[in-house]
């Protein structure tokens, strides 16, 4: 079983995420107003793969910043394979977390 997993950004993450090298973010293909790159380190003996993105156009920040979204994984594969897959499963997950559907009990019945 492997694993990719979101994480939040506590100090360590931060000071993993700060110690990548400028050199080693790669430009990715994300929204058409926005800027995103991807790099890889270790944290905690797992890979640690980072997309970091900047809106352009009529969503760019006065003073902008990138906004760091992290995750860990123990998956083969290359940084931007990983990143692009685990990018897709969250898209649908929002999409699942959106569907209104009703709750029963388990074994209810629809009248």
Same mark, same amino acid.
């Given at each position: 079983?492997?694993?990719?997993?979101?994480?939040?950004?506590?100090?360590?993450? &931060?000071? =993993?995420?700060?110690?990548?090298? !400028?050199? #080693? /973010?790669?430009?990715?293909?994300?929204?058409?107003?926005?800027?995103?790159?991807?790099?890889?380190? $270790? /944290?905690?003996?797992?890979?640690?793969?980072?997309?970091?993105?900047?809106?352009?156009?009529?969503?760019?920040?006065?003073?902008?910043? /990138?906004?760091?979204? #992290?995750?860990?994984?123990?998956?083969? $594969?290359?940084?931007? !394979?990983?990143?692009?897959? &685990?990018?897709?499963?969250?898209?649908? !997950?929002?999409?699942? #977390?959106?569907?209104?559907?009703?709750?029963?009990?388990?074994?209810?019945? =629809? #009248?």
């Amino acid at each position: 079983m492997r694993y990719s997993i979101t994480v939040r950004q506590t100090k360590t993450v &931060h000071a =993993a995420i700060t110690a990548i090298p !400028e050199a #080693a /973010w790669v430009p990715i293909a994300y929204q058409p107003d926005g800027v995103a790159q991807v790099a890889e380190t $270790g /944290w905690k003996g797992d890979r640690l793969i980072v997309r970091r993105v900047r809106n352009e156009g009529d969503q760019a920040q006065l003073f902008a910043t /990138w906004r760091y979204h #992290a995750f860990v994984t123990d998956r083969p $594969g290359t940084t931007l !394979e990983l990143e692009a897959d &685990h990018r897709r499963h969250a898209v649908v !997950e929002m999409g699942q #977390a959106h569907c209104p559907h009703e709750r029963r009990p388990s074994g209810a019945r =629809a #009248a």
